[in-house]
């Protein structure tokens, strides 16, 4: 059509439900029009629904392979491309993919999804594969934008996907968005979530390569809640910023996987889980690659009053050697005196992955400023030009506003990666650590009426020098790192870089305490640092030395623990108290194993 119009398909509208229908070798060019789908409208549900090597071609807002708006139920729906052509490059790596099914929105226009360009009722029981979905502002593999409801029982691509000639596709569904917002399923979502609003359960997103400038994600962007869901194999990329495996930004995921996925942001917030402002609850990722220009973590990178709890980060890589803050867990916590953000991670490990920044790399967080982290462990591999420590490569200890996270409180961490910083600023707890800045208010007086506590568990006093807190804020820390170095011995800790204008050094009084912190001796010589006691290696290899410590059963795992040196994953946070996360990828189901 060179009219345009509204509506436009073989079906214009639909005004009662649609059952059992099937599209075949369908190609619809509508020229200006809006609506547009195999039907233009649909009022009510369309359910068992199959299509394959569909073509729509549009300009105009609200665009779908099956509809361009469905007011009903999505269920049953079936979306291929049976005419999908791979050609791979002459050394396998890399490949041109023509794909059978493909929906296609020209111009300045919004809506584009797989399946429809949006819905407003439950989707379920979907999938899409073979199809190339592109447009510039909002585009998904199912929809453009959410259906403000419950999805459950998705899959969009595939890992083993094979095209006519038996060439595995690497890629089998392609999302482009040319501005914002594209993701795996939902590219858009507004009115925050529960359980029944913008969540999403049981839902795979498998082999997906998705690009917009801003705002990508493996399931949606923002807004959604996302459970027991899997995302692998996928390629996810922001030109600009907010990127994630799940989400960009304010999403929640729980028991949910990103494994084997590249995930990138141009310029900043990066993360396995989402970019910016998300929750992670027993979330697996594994085998990642997460990158940006500033602030790149394992699960999220950038916090904002969010919570990581109960995850694991393995055989990951985090940041790059240009990266401004790049953690194991997270990238960096926003905290300043105006604002009452805070960064809570709980029960969480990084383990055998590479941490990698230009400044500003921790095993767990990149740049920590407050917040509150327990029962964390970490063997990373860290390095950095700037600022590298096992914990966090820069951390503030204390940020003067009226969240009840500001000042830092880190208890049982566990550390034994190694720390490598080419210029300054090297250690196996923190980099570079501040007490941060005394804020005053207009008149000149203590911002809170707290003074600055400058040392490790220093107590805090009011402007009177009354005591108005004396909790114990660090405690419970074990650093055997195998190396610690910089490029000065000067800016070389084996635990921390006490920096501040009274210029302490972790062997310094003022510089503080850490209550039951312990060194392994083979990396200290036998100096008192921070209050510290030395370790050896029989003693980490026994529970009676980690219980004593603080390290409660009820948290972490003591199996593998024996005579000799500890093994790396001897201790290891975990879920469900009693239980043990076993990776049981490559085995067969139904078959038994023995386990050491």
Same mark, same amino acid.
């Not at 302490?504 to 008192?528: F, H, M, Q, R």
């Given at each position: 059509?060179?009219?345009?119009?509204?509506?436009?398909?073989?079906?214009?509208?639909?005004?009662?439900?649609?059952?059992?229908?099937?599209?075949?070798?369908?190609?619809?060019?509508?020229?200006?029009?809006?609506?547009?789908?195999?039907?233009?409208?649909?009022?009510?549900?369309?359910?068992?629904?199959?299509?394959?090597?569909?073509?729509?071609?549009?300009?105009?807002?609200?665009?779908?392979?099956?509809?361009?708006?469905?007011?009903?139920?999505?269920?049953?729906?079936?979306?291929?491309?049976?005419?999908?052509?791979?050609?791979?490059?002459?050394?396998?790596?890399?490949?041109?993919?023509?794909?059978?099914?493909?929906?296609?929105?020209?111009?300045?226009?919004?809506?584009?999804?797989?399946?429809?360009?949006?819905?407003?009722?439950?989707?379920?029981?979907?999938?899409?594969?073979?199809?190339?979905?592109?447009?510039?502002?909002?585009?998904?593999?199912?929809?453009?934008?959410?259906?403000?409801?419950?999805?459950?029982?998705?899959?969009?691509?595939?890992?083993?996907?094979?095209?006519?000639?038996?060439?595995?596709?690497?890629?089998?569904?392609?999302?482009?968005?040319?501005?914002?917002?594209?993701?795996?399923?939902?590219?858009?979502?507004?009115?925050?979530?529960?359980?029944?609003?913008?969540?999403?359960?049981?839902?795979?997103?498998?082999?997906?390569?998705?690009?917009?400038?801003?705002?990508?994600?493996?399931?949606?962007?923002?807004?959604?809640?996302?459970?027991?869901?899997?995302?692998?194999?996928?390629?996810?990329?922001?030109?600009?910023?907010?990127?994630?495996?799940? &989400?960009?930004?304010?999403?929640?995921?729980?028991?949910?996987?990103?494994?084997?996925?590249?995930?990138?942001?141009?310029?900043?917030?990066?993360?396995?889980?989402?970019?910016?402002?998300?929750?992670?609850?027993?979330?697996?990722?594994?085998?990642?690659?997460?990158?940006?220009?500033?602030?790149?973590?394992?699960?999220?990178?950038?916090?904002?009053?969010?919570?990581?709890?109960?995850?694991?980060?393995?055989?990951?890589?985090?940041?790059?050697?240009?990266?401004?803050?790049?953690?194991?867990?997270?990238? $960096?916590?926003?905290?300043?005196?105006?604002?009452?953000?805070?960064?809570?991670?709980?029960?969480?490990?990084?383990?055998?992955?590479?941490?990698?920044?230009?400044?500003?790399?921790?095993?767990?967080?990149?740049?920590?400023? &407050?917040?509150?982290?327990?029962?964390?462990?970490?063997?990373?591999?860290?390095?950095?030009?700037?600022?590298? $420590?096992?914990?966090?490569?820069?951390?503030?200890?204390?940020?003067?506003?009226?969240?009840?996270?500001?000042?830092?409180?880190?208890?049982?961490?566990?550390?034994?990666?190694?720390?490598?910083?080419?210029?300054?600023?090297?250690?196996?707890?923190?980099?570079?650590?501040?007490?941060?800045?005394?804020?005053?208010?207009?008149?000149?007086?203590?911002?809170?009426?707290?003074?600055?506590?400058?040392?490790?568990?220093?107590?805090?006093?009011?402007?009177?020098?009354?005591?108005?807190?004396?909790?114990?804020?660090?405690?419970?820390?074990?650093?055997?790192?195998?190396?610690?170095?910089?490029?000065?011995?000067?800016?070389?800790?084996?635990?921390?870089?006490?920096?501040?204008?009274?210029?302490?050094?972790?062997?310094?009084?003022?510089?503080?305490?850490?209550?039951?912190?312990?060194?392994?001796?083979?990396?200290?010589?036998?100096?008192?640092?921070?209050?510290?006691?030395?370790?050896?290696?029989?003693?980490?290899?026994?529970?009676?030395?980690?219980?004593?410590?603080?390290?409660?059963?009820?948290?972490?795992?003591?199996?593998?623990?024996?005579?000799?040196?500890?093994?790396?994953?001897?201790?290891?946070?975990?879920?469900?108290?009693?239980?043990?996360?076993?990776?049981?990828?490559?085995?067969?189901?139904?078959?038994?194993?023995?386990?050491?």
């Amino acid at each position: 059509s060179v009219y345009g119009g509204t509506n436009v398909g073989l079906i214009s509208r639909l005004q009662g439900s649609g059952s059992g229908l099937v599209f075949e070798n369908v190609e619809i060019k509508a020229g200006p029009a809006s609506q547009v789908g195999c039907i233009g409208l649909a009022e009510s549900s369309l359910d068992n629904i199959w299509l394959d090597n569909i073509k729509i071609t549009a300009s105009g807002d609200y665009v779908g392979g099956l509809t361009g708006i469905v007011r009903g139920d999505l269920t049953n729906i079936v979306l291929e491309g049976s005419g999908t052509d791979y050609v791979p490059s002459s050394d396998g790596t890399t490949g041109t993919t023509t794909y059978g099914s493909q929906v296609t929105v020209e111009g300045t226009y919004s809506y584009t999804g797989g399946v429809c360009g949006i819905g407003y009722g439950l989707f379920a029981d979907i999938q899409v594969t073979g199809v190339r979905v592109s447009g510039r502002t909002y585009v998904g593999g199912v929809s453009g934008t959410s259906n403000q409801g419950v999805n459950e029982r998705i899959t969009v691509g595939s890992i083993d996907y094979v095209d006519g000639d038996n060439e595995q596709v690497l890629y089998p569904v392609e999302i482009t968005a040319s501005s914002n917002y594209a993701a795996g399923i939902s590219a858009y979502a507004t009115n925050g979530y529960n359980t029944t609003r913008n969540y999403y359960d049981d839902v795979n997103v498998q082999g997906v390569r998705i690009s917009a400038v801003n705002y990508t994600g493996g399931v949606g962007t923002t807004n959604i809640q996302v459970v027991n869901s899997l995302v692998d194999g996928c390629h996810i990329v922001s030109s600009s910023g907010y990127a994630g495996g799940i &989400g960009s930004t304010w999403d929640t995921a729980r028991n949910t996987t990103v494994r084997n996925s590249y995930i990138q942001a141009g310029s900043e917030r990066a993360g396995g889980i989402g970019g910016y402002a998300v929750g992670a609850y027993d979330c697996i990722l594994y085998n990642n690659t997460v990158v940006a220009a500033s602030y790149a973590g394992g699960v999220m990178g950038r916090s904002y009053n969010t919570v990581i709890q109960n995850c694991s980060v393995t055989d990951c890589t985090v940041g790059t050697e240009s990266t401004m803050y790049a953690g194991g867990l997270l990238g $960096g916590s926003i905290s300043d005196s105006s604002n009452d953000y805070f960064a809570y991670i709980y029960n969480s490990f990084s383990k055998d992955t590479e941490v990698i920044a230009d400044m500003g790399a921790g095993g767990i967080v990149g740049h920590a400023q &407050g917040g509150r982290y327990l029962e964390v462990y970490s063997n990373a591999e860290v390095t950095a030009r700037e600022r590298a $420590g096992g914990f966090a490569g820069e951390g503030t200890g204390y940020i003067m506003n009226n969240s009840a996270y500001r000042r830092m409180e880190l208890k049982h961490f566990y550390f034994a990666g190694n720390v490598n910083v080419t210029m300054n600023y090297a250690g196996g707890l923190f980099g570079y650590y501040s007490p941060g800045e005394q804020e005053r208010n207009s008149d000149g007086s203590f911002y809170l009426g707290e003074v600055l506590p400058i040392g490790f568990n220093d107590p805090t006093f009011n402007e009177a020098g009354e005591v108005t807190d004396n909790k114990v804020y660090f405690e419970g820390i074990v650093i055997a790192s195998e190396s610690v170095t910089s490029n000065s011995t000067d800016t070389q800790a084996v635990v921390a870089n006490h920096v501040s204008e009274y210029g302490y050094k972790e062997t310094s009084p003022g510089a503080g305490e850490i209550s039951n912190l312990y060194i392994w001796d083979g990396a200290n010589d036998g100096t008192s640092r921070l209050g510290s006691k030395d370790v050896s290696r029989q003693d980490l290899a026994t529970e009676a030395f980690w219980t004593g410590a603080g390290f409660a059963g009820t948290y972490w795992n003591f199996l593998g623990l024996g005579e000799g040196a500890a093994a790396d994953a001897a201790i290891l946070p975990q879920g469900t108290p009693g239980t043990l996360l076993l990776n049981t990828e490559g085995l067969t189901s139904g078959e038994e194993y023995e386990v050491e």
